[in-house]
């Protein structure tokens, strides 16, 4: 499986646009892609082990569908009625909680044997603007160390502050050649937004995806979270987050924050050029993002 068979599209852009995390807040940097005329490629976390997500991937030992879905979701035309259907979540029943997408993926993936297949499949019949790749063909465990002791499972780690050190089992996870590939021929990738340490790290931690980010030329762009979050990333600040990752090996070139909600903390050691602040939130809660704004600062950093 190669870019040209899966994602011609991609290739043929003038700009060619990775983006980089967990469900919720990387598919708002994928809508605002796909709003902006592109056709990005998401790469995304396969550490979810609560909620639907979670039993299905107890159930059936497959990766966890439901970030995968928010991101294809995000990518649908939003007049769409599979956008509804992929989000639609059953109510008191055997079936409570679980999101239609979540069971529509695993079956895919089930009939497939392949994940891959399941998330391309599913692109294609929604039409999304864009593909959505798991960062691991098998299901990942996060081990965070915190105060000398382990704490397993991302759901676990979401709700813990002081996070030390991230790593995951297995150790070393099966990545389809395809998202290598991906990374090494982007022009811009964009990291989030989304939690530090269980969407954005944990998809970078992995050994050849950190291998590809530190070969690719590409301009690297962090979005930060509109508030410090309550758990993981408790009162950490932007500069917080941005050292966090560069435990890791990333660096980003353009940072994006607005500072309505989280502090920018010392920039002492940073080159502030490199650092722009904006406007992302909604008006009404400036902790949600705002699609059209991120929209417009993801065009003035993008090449």
Request: net charge negative; hydrophobic share 45%.
């Amino acid at each position: 499986m190669i870019l040209e068979d899966v994602a011609p599209q991609f290739l043929h852009s003038s700009s060619r646009i990775v983006a980089i995390g967990g469900g919720h807040g990387l598919g708002v940097t994928l809508d605002a892609l796909a709003r902006g005329g592109h056709f990005p490629i998401g790469i995304v976390s396969v550490a979810d082990d609560g909620g639907s997500s979670g039993r299905l991937r107890e159930a059936f030992g497959q990766i966890p569908p439901g970030d995968l879905r928010r991101c294809i979701s995000a990518l649908v035309p939003s007049d769409s009625l599979w956008r509804e259907l992929l989000e639609f979540r059953f109510g008191e029943s055997e079936l409570r909680g679980h999101a239609l997408g979540n069971l529509i993926f695993t079956a895919l993936a089930t009939l497939n044997q392949d994940p891959m297949i399941a998330a391309l499949e599913l692109a294609r019949l929604t039409h999304a603007a864009g593909r959505i790749f798991p960062a691991s063909l098998d299901p990942i465990t996060l081990v965070g160390e915190f105060q000398g002791k382990q704490i397993l499972g991302q759901a676990r780690l979401s709700n813990t502050a002081g996070i030390q050190e991230l790593h995951h089992l297995p150790n070393n996870p099966r990545v389809a050649p395809v998202v290598v590939e991906a990374i090494e021929r982007a022009t811009t990738i964009v990291l989030g937004p989304g939690s530090i340490y269980t969407s954005v790290i944990a998809v970078c931690q992995i050994h050849e995806i950190r291998e590809a980010l530190s070969r690719s030329k590409a301009r690297l762009v962090y979005v930060a979270n509109l508030a410090s979050q309550v758990g993981e990333a408790q009162n950490m600040t932007v500069v917080d987050h941005i050292r966090a990752i560069g435990r890791y090996g990333v660096t980003p070139d353009v940072v994006l924050y607005d500072d309505r909600s989280i502090e920018l903390g010392d920039i002492q050691m940073m080159d502030p050029t490199n650092l722009v602040r904006a406007s992302l939130g909604c008006r009404d809660d400036t902790r949600i993002h705002d699609v059209s704004r991120l929209q417009k600062y993801l065009e003035a950093v993008i090449v």
